[in-house]
C-alpha cells in the first residue's frame, strides 16, 4: 500500500473512504480498449459508487452511465455523461420518471415488463415524441454468483421471458410512440466464469436474429454488468476474456456492443479507512472495536462478503480477531478471524476493494454521520464529500418537530 493512510486520516478524520482515481482510469481504459476495433459504449454502473467526481473522472475518459433511477440519471447529466451514453433500466419506474427520462432524450428506457412498455408508451404519446426503447431479456441462465445478486433466472424479479421480449418488440414495432432500438440482459454481479456471460450472449444473439427476419433491427446490444473482481483470491475474467466472448457470441450482427460495468471499475480503488477504539477478550473471541460500522460498509454483514482488512504501519505477532462497530447489531462486523497483531487506541484498519457498494449503499443507522470520502489523484488527495453532520442528519425532521 503506497498510500499515506495516517496523513489522510489526519487531515479529513475517520471513518473515511479514499478512492484511487487513477486505478479508475486503468480499469475504463482497459475494458474501452479490449473492445478496439468494435462499436461499444462502456456504460459506467452508477449505482456502484455514484459520488458525482467519480462518475465526472469516467465521464471524461468516454464513460456512458448505466442508471437506475432519474436521481442517477441527474448525477449523470450533471457529471457531464454524454446523453446519448446514458441509459435507465430499473423493474419499477415511476410515471414522473419515465416523463422525466424521455423530456432529457437520453439513449434508451429499458423496459421490464410489458405493463411498463405500456405506460412509457402512453407517456410518450402525452409528449408527442417516439420513445426509444430496450427490453431487458431474462435468458434464465444461472450466474452462480452470491443469490442476491444473480439475476438471470426464471424466478428473479428482473426481465421477460423472451417470447415476452419478442411480443414487447412486436407490439413496440407497431407503435406510434415506441421506437425499439436496443437488447439488454444482465445474469447477475461478481462473475468469475465466462460460461454464462457466453450462453446468455448466445441466446440472446439468436433472439436478435430472429427480430431482424421480422424487419425489427436493433442497434444497442448491451450485456448488462456484472465482471467480477479479486476481492481475496479469486480467479475471475479478464477483459479481453469478456470483450472476445461478447464479440464472438455477436460476430454476425451489426450492432453496438454496450456493457455495465459497475464493480470491475470501482471496487478495487476503493479504501475504507477506519480507527481502533478498543481491543476486547471475551472468553472465546478476541474483538477489535473499530469506528466504523456496517452503516457505513454493509457488505460484509448483508452478503457475508469477504474484504482484506490490514493494520496500517503495525506489525508484531498476529492472532485471530473479529473486526466489529459500534452499532448496536450482532450482524455488525467487518471480517471475522481476521490474523491481526495487538492494537493500540487510534491505530487504522484499512479494509480493501471498497470502492463499489461501499458508500452508496451506506445509512444513517444509529444516528450516525456517514463518512466523507477523498479522491487521489496523481498521488494528490481531494476531499470529494464531505463528512455529514448531526445537523444536516435532523434538517428535515426538525422544522416539523412536534
Ligand atoms: N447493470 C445492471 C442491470 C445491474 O443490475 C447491475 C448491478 C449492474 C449493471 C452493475 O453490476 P456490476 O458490474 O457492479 O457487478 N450490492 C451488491 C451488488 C448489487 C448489484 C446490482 N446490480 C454487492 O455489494 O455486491
Request: aromatic letters at 8%.
Given at each position: 500500500?503506497?498510500?499515506?493512510?495516517?496523513?489522510?486520516?489526519?487531515?479529513?478524520?475517520?471513518?473515511?473512504y479514499v478512492y484511487d482515481f487513477n486505478h479508475l482510469s486503468d480499469r475504463y481504459?482497459s475494458l474501452?480498449?479490449?473492445?478496439?476495433?468494435?462499436?461499444?459504449?462502456?456504460?459506467y454502473a452508477v449505482k456502484s459508487n455514484s459520488n458525482?467526481?467519480v462518475?465526472?473522472h469516467l465521464?471524461?475518459?468516454?464513460?456512458?452511465?448505466?442508471?437506475?433511477?432519474?436521481?442517477?440519471?441527474?448525477?449523470?447529466?450533471?457529471?457531464?455523461?454524454?446523453?446519448?451514453?446514458?441509459?435507465?433500466?430499473?423493474?419499477?419506474?415511476?410515471?414522473?420518471?419515465?416523463?422525466?427520462?424521455?423530456?432529457?432524450?437520453?439513449?434508451?428506457?429499458?423496459?421490464?415488463?410489458?405493463?411498463?412498455?405500456?405506460?412509457?408508451?402512453?407517456?410518450?404519446?402525452?409528449?408527442?415524441?417516439?420513445?426509444?426503447?430496450?427490453?431487458?431479456?431474462?435468458?434464465?441462465?444461472?450466474?452462480?454468483t452470491h443469490?442476491?445478486i444473480?439475476?438471470?433466472?426464471?424466478?428473479?424479479?428482473?426481465?421477460?421471458?423472451?417470447?415476452?421480449?419478442?411480443?414487447?418488440?412486436?407490439?413496440?414495432?407497431?407503435?406510434?410512440?415506441?421506437?425499439?432500438?436496443?437488447?439488454?440482459?444482465?445474469?447477475g454481479s461478481q462473475l468469475t466464469?465466462?460460461?454464462?456471460?457466453?450462453?446468455?450472449?448466445?441466446?440472446?444473439?439468436?433472439?436478435?436474429?430472429?427480430?431482424?427476419?421480422?424487419?425489427?433491427?436493433?442497434?444497442?446490444?448491451?450485456?448488462?454488468g456484472g465482471i467480477g473482481v479479486r476481492y481475496d483470491d479469486e480467479?475471475t475474467i479478464t477483459p479481453?476474456?469478456y470483450?472476445?466472448?461478447?464479440?464472438?457470441?455477436?460476430?454476425?450482427?451489426?450492432?453496438?456492443?454496450?456493457?455495465e460495468p459497475g464493480r470491475f471499475i470501482t471496487a478495487n480503488s476503493g479504501y475504507f479507512?477506519?480507527?481502533?477504539?478498543?481491543?476486547?477478550?471475551?472468553?472465546?473471541?478476541?474483538?477489535?472495536?473499530?469506528?466504523?460500522?456496517?452503516?457505513?460498509l454493509i457488505r460484509p454483514?448483508l452478503y457475508?462478503a469477504y474484504h482484506k482488512i490490514?493494520?496500517?504501519?503495525?506489525?508484531?505477532?498476529?492472532?485471530?480477531?473479529?473486526?466489529?462497530?459500534?452499532?448496536?447489531?450482532?450482524?455488525?462486523?467487518?471480517?471475522?478471524?481476521?490474523?491481526?497483531?495487538?492494537?493500540?487506541?487510534?491505530?487504522?484498519?484499512i479494509i480493501h476493494s471498497t470502492g463499489a457498494y461501499g458508500f452508496t449503499m451506506a445509512?444513517?443507522?444509529?444516528?450516525?454521520?456517514?463518512?466523507?470520502e477523498?479522491?487521489?489523484?496523481?498521488?494528490?488527495?481531494?476531499?470529494?464529500?464531505?463528512?455529514?453532520?448531526?445537523?444536516?442528519?435532523?434538517?428535515?425532521?426538525?422544522?416539523?418537530?412536534?
Amino acid at each position: 500500500m503506497s498510500m499515506n493512510f495516517k496523513e489522510l486520516a489526519d487531515k479529513y478524520g475517520t471513518p473515511l473512504y479514499v478512492y484511487d482515481f487513477n486505478h479508475l482510469s486503468d480499469r475504463y481504459n482497459s475494458l474501452k480498449k479490449a473492445f478496439e476495433g468494435q462499436k461499444s459504449i462502456i456504460s459506467y454502473a452508477v449505482k456502484s459508487n455514484s459520488n458525482l467526481s467519480v462518475i465526472n473522472h469516467l465521464a471524461s475518459l468516454g464513460a456512458g452511465a448505466d442508471c437506475v433511477s432519474i436521481g442517477e440519471v441527474r448525477r449523470a447529466l450533471k457529471s457531464g455523461v454524454d446523453k446519448y451514453k446514458i441509459i435507465f433500466s430499473g423493474v419499477g419506474k415511476r410515471d414522473d420518471e419515465i416523463r422525466e427520462a424521455l423530456e432529457l432524450g437520453i439513449l434508451f428506457i429499458n423496459l421490464e415488463s410489458e405493463a411498463e412498455m405500456k405506460r412509457v408508451e402512453l407517456i410518450a404519446m402525452e409528449l408527442d415524441i417516439m420513445a426509444r426503447i430496450s427490453v431487458r431479456v431474462n435468458p434464465n441462465i444461472d450466474a452462480k454468483t452470491h443469490p442476491y445478486i444473480s439475476t438471470g433466472l426464471h424466478e428473479s424479479k428482473f426481465g421477460v421471458e423472451i417470447d415476452m421480449a419478442k411480443r414487447m418488440y412486436i407490439y413496440a414495432k407497431n407503435s406510434k410512440n415506441l421506437n425499439p432500438i436496443g437488447i439488454h440482459f444482465h445474469i447477475g454481479s461478481q462473475l468469475t466464469k465466462l460460461e454464462p456471460i457466453r450462453e446468455a450472449c448466445d441466446i440472446v444473439a439468436s433472439l436478435v436474429k430472429s427480430l431482424s427476419a421480422i424487419k425489427i433491427d436493433i442497434k444497442f446490444f448491451d450485456i448488462g454488468g456484472g465482471i467480477g473482481v479479486r476481492y481475496d483470491d479469486e480467479i475471475t475474467i479478464t477483459p479481453q476474456e469478456y470483450a472476445d466472448t461478447i464479440i464472438e457470441s455477436t460476430k454476425k450482427l451489426d450492432v453496438t456492443l454496450m456493457c455495465e460495468p459497475g464493480r470491475f471499475i470501482t471496487a478495487n480503488s476503493g479504501y475504507f479507512v477506519t480507527k481502533v477504539l478498543y481491543e476486547k477478550q471475551n472468553p472465546t473471541t478476541r474483538f477489535v472495536i473499530v469506528d466504523g460500522a456496517m452503516n457505513d460498509l454493509i457488505r460484509p454483514s448483508l452478503y457475508s462478503a469477504y474484504h482484506k482488512i490490514e493494520a496500517y504501519d503495525k506489525e508484531g505477532e498476529t492472532s485471530k480477531a473479529n473486526i466489529v462497530g459500534p452499532v448496536c447489531e450482532s450482524g455488525d462486523f467487518f471480517g471475522k478471524a481476521v490474523e491481526l497483531p495487538k492494537l493500540d487506541h487510534n491505530d487504522l484498519l484499512i479494509i480493501h476493494s471498497t470502492g463499489a457498494y461501499g458508500f452508496t449503499m451506506a445509512s444513517n443507522y444509529n444516528t450516525r454521520n456517514r463518512s466523507a470520502e477523498v479522491a487521489i489523484i496523481d498521488g494528490k488527495d481531494r476531499l470529494i464529500r464531505e463528512r455529514e453532520s448531526f445537523e444536516t442528519q435532523i434538517a428535515l425532521e426538525e422544522k416539523y418537530l412536534i
